[in-house]
């Protein structure tokens, strides 16, 4: 018995790290947009980003199959642009990521703006700084907390993910072979000693992860008022 | 002189703001008047932190609101300092972190405001190192004006400052912001609804009571101004006297003052003869005699004449004016003191005043910027 093939572990911590770096992106202005807008938008916005929490993973990966193979509008485009597929790719399995886990990175995002509130983006102004250099330089280091929870969360979940992956990505080793597909591979071929070292070190790593957060928070911790 | 031209409006489901006035950019400019009023919102539209204001404003020229010609100049880029009632200090940062979040945005704005001068001024040399939680009430306000000083402002904006603080840290704060206009060279409106503060700290006033400007002009005549009962209420009706130290007596703790020609015993306040003073005689702490009266513990009985009576209907009250030469005192009296006394325009009359009245220190400074006597 040999040690299992590490190549699913890299896969799925480079999928999270992408995931994870473009959630942040997307998602601060959105969830900005959630904590600040007097729209009446804001409700279906808020329904529709969190979705993904109730949807069974099957039911997000089919839509996403659909959407994104070659014969649809969005994958045909893509394979116009790039010749490659958007199923079936690690590309394809970033989109679904994103996706998947948005209302993880959301959701602790809009909490802490609105947390923030309004008074510090006045004082802000009072001080000559721009909205841009008011956002950067008071607001997220206020949220700072939001930030973290965020993207640990987000980190965490699509590690985590299996149900999406399945139906979009397969299992292709080196583009969609994660971790959980990996192990999952490995007990239906009844190889459990390579689902354990798998799935114990996807247990320690996820421990040591939120032991970290946790001392973070607990050695610095965000003071307000 | 620069003047900021306000013509503002805006409309809230249950308030309306509707001002039209020149404030003088020069000193302190008292934003006075009852809770609801429309103090902090006029101050906030003056800021540009209401976007719904409508109507003009400008300073000096600059227009920083236009709305018939779709013009608003966002708040970061008119230059007004802004000290909030809560301070608002950034918990991120330490006490000289949130100063040099100021001064770096202000680099190479023309103005004599500089790092150690704020630290000198607000004493806050012993904070620097501090987290802004760690801070007093006192202690983070004081940071909260030396940070906006640090911006370098054109104009200096003070929403109730002192409002959640102590009668105790009042005053200790109280000199500071005295003497931000000489010091930095920074004209201030100063939001407040003290008469206190008014009196120790403005040259001039505007009266706000229901979004609209009920009175203006300076303090001294503003607070002679019989009308105003509803918007300034009613115990704290009084004028602001100025008079010279010219004595002082240790044995009995007093100090001497002469009011043109005529003498005013106080508590002892530590100024050196021949300097000016300034406080405040509320209407309710004067009483009125046709003879000079003896045989009374009141130290004070200035002469004058009245020079004006107004009788309030359905009540047991009047407020009169009495000329006593150089100033005017407010008198609170009853309806029935005037009847029995026969008292009109013209008569002559002795104006009693407690010492005791005048111990209350806020209510008393140096005068330093004194505004000519009418």
């Excluded at chain 1, 007097?38 to 099957?58: F, G, H, M, N, Q």
């Excluded at chain 1, 510090?120 to 973290?148: K, N, Q, W």
């Excluded at chain 2, 103090?39 to 020229?61: D, N, P």
Aim: proline share 7%.
């Amino acid at each position: 018995m040999g040690f299992p093939d590490l190549g699913p572990l890299w896969l799925t911590l480079h999928l999270a790290a992408a995931t994870t770096t473009i959630l942040i992106v997307i998602g601060t202005p959105l969830a900005w947009w959630l904590a600040h807008t007097p729209s009446r938008a804001k409700s279906a916005v808020e329904a529709i980003t969190a979705l993904p929490l109730v949807l069974p993973p099957t039911v997000l990966g089919f839509y996403l199959l659909v959407f994104l193979s070659p014969a649809s509008p969005i994958g045909g485009l893509w394979v116009s642009l790039t010749g490659d597929n958007l199923t079936f790719s690690f590309t394809g399995l970033v989109i679904a990521s994103v996706l998947y886990s948005l209302p993880f990175t959301v959701q602790p995002l809009q909490g802490a703006f609105e947390a923030v509130g309004r008074a510090p983006l006045e004082a802000g102004a009072t001080l000559r700084a721009s909205p841009l250099d008011t956002f950067f330089t008071i607001v997220v280091p206020m949220a700072s907390r939001g930030y973290l929870t965020a993207t640990v969360l987000t980190f965490a979940h699509t590690i985590g993910e299996f149900g999406v992956v399945l139906m979009v990505g397969g299992n292709i080793p080196g583009q969609t072979k994660v971790i959980s597909i990996a192990i999952y591979e490995h007990v239906e071929t009844i190889n459990y000693a390579d689902a354990h070292i798998l799935s114990a070190i996807l247990l320690i790593f996820s421990f040591l992860v939120l032991l970290f957060v946790y001392a973070m928070n607990r050695r610095f911790p965000v003071h307000m008022g | 002189m620069t003047e900021l031209i306000v013509d503002a409006r805006i409309a809230y489901p249950n308030f309306e703001l509707d001002v039209s006035h020149r404030f003088g950019m020069d000193g302190i400019t008292a934003l006075f008047g009852p809770s609801g009023g429309g103090k902090s919102t006029l101050l906030r539209i003056i800021a540009g932190l209401e976007g719904k204001a409508g109507g003009r404003i400008a300073f000096g020229g600059e227009a920083w609101l236009d709305a018939g010609n779709r013009i608003f100049m966002p708040p970061h880029r008119r230059g007004v300092g802004y000290v909030f009632q809560d301070a608002r200090l950034f918990p991120h940062l330490s006490v000289e972190g949130n100063l040099r979040y100021a001064a770096r945005r202000s680099v190479g704005i023309d103005n004599r405001v500089e790092m150690d001068d704020v630290v000198a001024a607000l004493d806050l040399r012993p904070l620097l190192s501090r987290r802004t939680g760690a801070l007093s009430g006192g202690e983070r306000q004081r940071v909260a004006i030396g940070r906006t000083l640090l911006t370098r402002p054109r104009l200096l904006l003070m929403d109730e400052p002192l409002a959640a603080l102590d009668v105790q840290r009042k005053a200790e704060i109280l000199p500071y912001i005295e003497r931000l206009p000489d010091r930095f060279g920074v004209p201030v409106i100063y939001v407040t609804h003290s008469i206190d503060e008014v009196a120790r700290l403005a040259q001039r006033m505007v009266v706000l009571a229901a979004g609209k400007i009920v009175a203006d002009g300076p303090v001294t005549e503003v607070l002679e101004r019989l009308d105003l009962q509803p918007a300034t209420g009613r115990f704290e009706a009084g004028v602001i006297l100025t008079a010279q130290v010219v004595g002082h007596d240790a044995g009995f703790r007093l100090t001497r003052l002469d009011h043109h020609g005529q003498p005013i015993d106080m508590p002892m306040v530590d100024l050196p003869i021949g300097s000016g003073i300034r406080f405040r005689v509320r209407a309710r702490d004067v009483a009125l005699a046709t003879v000079r009266p003896t045989g009374i513990s009141v130290r004070n009985i200035l002469s004058g004449t009245i020079s004006r009576i107004e009788e309030e209907p359905d009540t047991a009250y009047a407020e009169t004016l009495v000329d006593i030469g150089g100033a005017k005192l407010r008198a609170r009296i009853t309806r029935a003191a005037v009847a029995d006394l026969a008292l009109a325009p013209g008569t002559p009359v002795f104006a009693l005043v407690k010492s005791v009245a005048f111990d209350r220190r806020a209510l008393v400074s140096p005068a330093v910027t004194v505004p000519p006597e009418s």
